[in-house]
């Protein structure tokens, strides 16, 4: 029996990048200023590198003004009629949702001297589910996933599961990350951030740098009709009791996610076109990750690349950001190569693209791992 | 959307919060689990509610994990934010983890040696349905059991916290957690969950009660007052002396029920989101946990 097949019907992005998921230009050497400008940080007294969709991160309607672009253009591609559209399930993933706007009204509580002021005044996650739910119509009430670095993956493999028993006809998934003090002061904090890009799998890296990302999916239950170019079947999604903060470094259980996922998904090793990396190029997720997809591919390591580098982490909205510029790009025709991997790390028997490569048509494996153990494979068909 | 999720068992935990905190560490002290060093509220909240629930103690290795709460680790949050606002500092590191808002899922499978997909799913004081939902359709899909549990803590200090939530100085506040064994586990089931909807016809919900032949129906604290009005239902209405008000406080309610309910009772437990208008109803069977002890 094959597995089941929820075909991607809508993609919409904005990011570093730009707003649409064609960011990502092809033929190798690109024009793109890879290196993020810095942020200040007034609070805390730091400058850091960080991925940004434009500048105006103190506009307080930021975040319905980009999802309101990035859902109404996936929903537009989906051709998905207004009753087609109430009855579409609803999954975000984000590791801070609106954070920002509570840590604003407590910034202005500060400033204004007021008499025991609010940290946190607005809690929950479901604000933004709402606004999404009123603004676009969708009856069904939102699914708010958290599970760090994998939430927005982990989104897509739920709603894949309802897809494929008949309990919705389509679903949007998305996911968000934007600019908060907590997320940038914390990573500070974990001493995790690099200095000026991020170089996955290369000696010469220093850490990650995080990134701001909404993009949204919209999958379907219907194999009938046009044929979409790209197609979820799934995967699978473990916990790592190794630490709170990485993967176990021997790989063990990334091998164990990416054969669960094939296993899940009754993909042949040797169908495996290549492997979206995580690649966060911290020491420790590329030590876990290249173990582990070596270990999965004893025989013969597919191509790997990692999309950060041009985008930064993206955290909870990486599964559905990296999703949309991979995705677009393999139907463009060609693998993403890795921007900033010069070297191969001796100690790693791992090697990223350093050129772009031709997408055929196949199996692609998207690698999501996060704090909290959580560790993700999604399995994506390139028709 | 009907449902069908058997529940195998259920527990937990709950305290009325009042002007101060209650501690906890003399209770988590006669649990079966160790807490671990440093950890949240949330994640010994979490720990207690686990104490109390049976058959949770050598579950499968892929057990699937769903932590579902309204506020997740709303203290680390908060102390995060005065350390960065007011201190000019970054957070301490174990602090900003905790607030990630998976880690205290990350601590339940320590403690209980599991493996599976683990998240967790909020949807304010709707997030027990949402995890509801989710279960079900993992069940489908996975051979191992699902764990759901619910927990939301209140954030030092109590009456700063009433403040933040809209409600008056002397408003009953709780904070607990509460954990339902969901999947095949070879025993009968002690309750299953047939249906869960939401509408924003409120008018309506009187009406899928007689549809689907409830016996008994219960509002939860946050059903609005709207709901509350209605006084034509059929079934008998359930009051429950309330531990205090919390986003999940409507697990609490449903392990109420499920102590005390007779078999071929069935449930209609009614209840909505803060912010939007929409009634959700859960129906539920019971199969006599109460009687059974």
């Known amino acids: 029996m094959s597995p089941a097949r929820s075909p991607i019907i809508g993609l919409s992005c904005a990011s570093y990048l730009g707003t649409e998921p064609s960011g990502i230009p092809g033929g190798g050497a690109s024009n793109l200023n890879l290196s993020p400008p810095c942020i200040q940080l007034e609070s805390i007294g730091l400058s850091m590198p960080y991925y940004m969709i434009g500048d105006d991160v103190d506009n307080p309607d930021r975040p319905f003004v980009i999802l309101e672009d990035v859902i109404g253009k996936a929903l537009a591609r989906s051709e998905l009629d207004q009753q087609e559209i109430a009855k579409t399930g609803l999954l975000i993933g984000s590791s801070s949702y609106d954070l920002h706007r509570s840590e604003t009204a407590y910034q202005q509580q500060l400033e204004a001297e007021v008499e025991s002021p609010i940290a946190v005044p607005f809690t929950g996650h479901h604000r933004l589910g709402e606004w999404i739910g009123e603004r676009f119509a969708i009856s069904s009430e939102a699914f708010n996933i958290s599970s760090a670095c994998t939430s927005s993956a982990n989104a897509l493999l739920l709603a894949h599961n309802m897809l494929s028993q008949g309990r919705l006809d389509h679903a949007l998934v998305v996911g968000i990350e934007l600019f908060n003090e907590t997320t940038l002061c914390g990573f500070a904090g974990l001493q995790l951030l690099a200095s000026h890009r991020i170089a996955p799998f ?45 993967a176990n470094p021997d790989g063990s259980t990334i091998a164990r996610v990416l054969k669960d996922a094939m296993q899940e998904t009754r993909i042949e090793k040797s169908a495996v076109r290549a492997i979206k990396a995580h690649g966060t190029a911290t020491l420790m997720n590329d030590t876990a990750e290249a173990r582990g997809i070596a270990a999965a591919f004893p025989d013969a390591i597919p191509p790997v690349t990692a999309i950060k580098p041009y985008t930064g982490h993206t955290l909870g909205a990486c599964g559905t950001l990296e999703l949309a510029l991979f995705g677009n790009a393999l139907t463009r025709g060609f693998i993403p190569h890795t921007p900033n991997f010069e070297n191969a790390d001796p100690e790693l028997d791992l090697s990223p693209l350093n050129n772009d490569a031709d997408a055929d048509s196949g199996i692609y494996l998207l690698n999501y791992f996060g704090f909290g153990g959580s560790n993700t494979v999604v399995v994506m068909e390139k028709a | 959307m009907e449902l069908n999720l058997p529940i195998f068992s259920c527990g937990g935990y709950s305290h009325q919060v009042m002007t101060h905190l209650p501690a906890l560490s003399d209770h988590l002290r006669r649990t079966p689990f160790k807490p671990p060093r440093r950890s949240d509220r949330l994640t010994q909240l979490a720990l207690l509610g686990l104490g ?44 900003f983890i905790n607030s990630v808002n998976n880690s205290t899922a990350y601590h339940i499978n320590q403690a209980l040696t599991i493996r599976g997909l683990t998240i967790t799913v909020s949807r304010d004081h709707c997030s027990l349905e949402a995890g509801l939902q ?30 933040r939530t809209g409600l008056a100085a002397d408003h009953l506040l709780g904070e607990g957690s509460f954990w339902f064994l969901c999947g095949q586990d070879g025993n009968e089931p002690v309750a299953r969950v047939i249906y869960n909807g939401s509408t924003s016809e409120t008018d309506g919900i009187g009406g899928l009660l007689s549809d689907l032949d409830v016996t008994h129906y219960l509002l939860t604290d946050q059903a609005s007052g709207h709901i509350r009005q209605e006084q034509t239902w ?56 109460g009687r059974r002890g």
Request: net charge negative; proline share 7%; aromatic share 4%.
């Open chain 2, 52 to 95: 109390q629930t049976r058959g949770v103690t050598n579950l499968p290795p892929d057990t699937a994990l769903i932590l579902a709460s309204g506020a997740s680790n709303l203290e680390s949050t908060i102390s995060n934010c005065e350390q960065i606002f007011v201190d000019g500092t970054t957070p301490n590191p174990i602090g």
């Open chain 2, 134 to 163: 989710l279960a079900d359709s993992l069940l489908q899909a996975q051979h191992a059991p699902i764990l759901l549990g619910t927990a939301d803590e209140v954030p030092n200090d109590p009456l700063l916290h009433r403040r």
């Open chain 2, 234 to 289: 059929t079934g008998t209405r359930i009051e429950c002396a309330t531990p205090g008000l919390y986003p999940t406080q409507n697990a609490y309610y449903l392990h109420r029920w499920l102590e005390t309910a007779e078999k071929g009772e069935r449930l209609g437990l009614i209840n909505n989101t803060f912010e939007r208008n929409r009634a959700s109803l859960t129906v539920i069977d019971s199969y006599g946990a």
């Open chain 1, 202 to 246: 290369d000696p010469a890296r220093d850490g990650v740098i995080l990134g701001e990302s909404c993009s949204a999916v919209v999958l379907s239950a219907r194999n009938d009709g046009h044929p979409a170019p790209l197609a979820l079947l799934g995967g699978s999604s473990c916990a790592d009791p190794y630490s709170i903060t990485s």
